[in-house]
């Protein structure tokens, strides 16, 4: 009964390598989020989804590609992985007005060292 | 436009004692104002939101945060702390558009024995 799951949770690879993240939502959201967090714990949005249409694509370089096939999915593939990657990527959902009222749901995070 | 600030990475408090968190915020907008708490290796939770109506809001475990305008702060606080609050807790603020989330960069609160 997990409401935002993400796979894998670790996930170590080389640079160059082109690797994906899965996020899957039950809770029957609109919006789903792609967020970064660095090792500073700095927590940055990277895309949001709204009914599988792309609402908000952050300074983000395209190297990292959205995929939504579903409202209750949205997975995030990185392509020629740099260092700078490294980061603990987060999932979120929310209700259509989330925002407004605060209720984004956060998956457990993925946890991404390149070497 | 909106940004919001964590005047301290790192708080350290007793446990029993008073926790204070504080969070300013930057808005061109009517803000909403929320708390998020990180526990180690998991995802962030809602601790508290403001969006309209009373400024003093009450969250889960005894939180509660009030807005205060003319300061624009937005500072959490719990009476007395327990050791099973000690986390990384997250301010954030959104405005009228719509998906837009932007939250502090975190305060790791230590309680101590």
């Known amino acids: 009964d997990t409401a935002v799951s993400q796979t894998p949770k670790y996930l170590v690879t080389q640079m160059g390598n082109d690797k994906s993240i899965k996020c899957e939502q039950n809770l029957g959201h609109d919006t789903m989020y792609w967020y970064k967090q660095d090792s500073k714990k700095f927590l940055k949005i990277m895309f949001s989804y709204n009914n599988k249409e792309l609402i908000i694509n952050e300074t983000v370089p395209n190297r990292f590609s959205p995929k939504s096939p579903d409202k209750a999915h949205l997975n995030l593939h990185i392509n020629s992985l740099e260092l700078g990657d490294s980061a603990v990527y987060f999932c979120?959902?929310?209700?259509?007005?989330?925002?407004?009222?605060?209720?984004?749901?956060f998956g457990p995070g993925t946890r991404l060292t390149v070497l | 436009a909106q940004s919001v600030t964590q005047l301290g990475s790192h708080v350290s408090v007793s446990e029993g004692a008073l926790v204070l968190l504080r969070c300013n915020y930057s808005?061109?907008?009517?803000?909403?104002l929320f708390w998020y708490v990180q526990y180690p290796n998991q995802g962030l939770q809602l601790l508290l939101k403001?969006?309209?109506?009373?400024?003093l809001v009450k969250g889960i475990n005894g939180f509660e945060a009030e807005f205060k305008k003319s300061e624009t702060s937005f500072h959490l606080t719990r009476p007395s702390a327990h050791m099973s609050d000690a986390a990384e807790y997250f301010c954030?603020?959104?405005?009228?558009?719509?998906?837009?989330?932007?939250f502090g960069s975190g305060t790791k609160l230590n309680v101590k024995p």
């Open positions: 403001y969006t309209t109506g009373a400024t």
């Open positions: 954030a603020v959104s405005g009228n558009n719509f998906n837009k989330f932007y």
């Open positions: 979120a959902s929310s209700p259509r007005d989330g925002v407004v009222n605060g209720e984004q749901f």
């Open positions: 808005s061109s907008v009517p803000p909403y």
